[in-house]
Structure formats: structure tokens, C-alpha cells
């Protein structure tokens, strides 16, 4: 696998890898990275357009090249923020675990590895592949919207630290009604989708035509 690794630097002691499709990115995704990096005083978080996810077997990725540029473009202005290549050139199914292990690998003890998801995924985290190494590599974040049910929440992440000695947190951000699926949508039905996602993402989804045939 090519390396596709932004230096960070040796003052970076926190480092954050936000996942996800970016079919395509939206303000949502920003404002929940930006909302950690500060809670968290993360030092950089690392955008991860996901290659081919186990949890979707029929996922699209066909727009693999788009979805990446879209995530650079709607990162750039942010200094905290970098995109990696790491999970989307990579041959086959793509898990968490393997980045981690991979980022681990690169920067060793000395940087602090976050991995933000969301809410519901900490119920279903000792599902994904080799869970116990997963919790004791890195500190999990799971974002919530204001509405969240966070009792059940708080139980497992409770349960996790007790039975795994796990790093587990959660962390409410504003509610954004946003999501990929709904500009798809929108941008197949000729609807605006301004101000959902970055003026720069919304010029490239019109310039290449994005979305029209799904």
C-alpha cells in the first residue's frame, strides 16, 4: 500500500481520523470534526474516505476519485485538517482496524490516535473486527446529536472501560438535519444544495455532474 500520509510534525501529539463515505461531505461532517478537535485539543484530524467498507457490500465506488477530492476541497481552508488516501487505495475490504494498525505503525506511542464515529457504532464497536485490539489502540469518540437517548450510551460506554480498559468518549454537537443520502437527493431532483455543503464541494458536484443518474 502507497503511503499517503501527511507529516504531522513532532508537536503533534493528538491526532484524529474522522471516517466515512463522503457521498460527498457535508457541513455536518465538518462541524462534528471541528467540535472534536476542540473538546479534544486535537492537534490534526485526519479526513478517511472510505475504500470499501464491510458493513456495505454493495457500496458505489465508482466515485472514489470524486469523493476524495471533494473531502480536500471542503478541508483545505482549515489548517487542522488533512485528507489521507489510506483506506480508499486499498485493495478490498476496507476495516478500521487495519488503518489503525497502519497509523500506529507510523507514529508509535508518541501520538495519541482519536477515531471518531458515531453515537450508534460504540453499541455495535465489539461487532467490528479484532474489537479489543481496536479499544486498546485508540480513544474513541462518539459524537450525538442534542435529542440523543444518552443513558444507554453512557451504560456501554461504561461497560467498555470496566471490561476493556477502554478510552471511550462521547461528545454532543449541534444538530445538523444533514446527510449525504438527502444531497444525492436533492442534486438528482435539480433542488439547491447550498449551504448544506461547502461552495467549493457544490461547484464540483455541478461541474462533473455528480449524482444525476443514481
Known sequence: MRDFITPIGTDCKKLAIMGGTFNPIHYGHLVTAEAVRYQFHINKVL????????????????????RYLMTVLATVTNPYFDVSRIEIDREGITYTIDTIRYLKKIYGNDVELFFITGADAIHEILNWKDPEELLRLCTFVGVTRPEYHKKDLLMKIEELRQQYGSKVHFLEVPS?????????????????????VPESVENYILKFGLYKDI
Open 47 to 66: 479526513f478517511m474516505p472510505t475504500g470499501h467498507p464491510p458493513h456495505k457490500p454493495f457500496f458505489d465506488i465508482s466515485h472514489t476519485e470524486h
Open 176 to 196: 445538523l438535519a444533514i446527510s449525504s443520502s438527502d444531497i444525492r437527493k436533492r442534486v438528482k431532483e435539480n433542488r439547491p444544495i447550498k449551504y448544506l
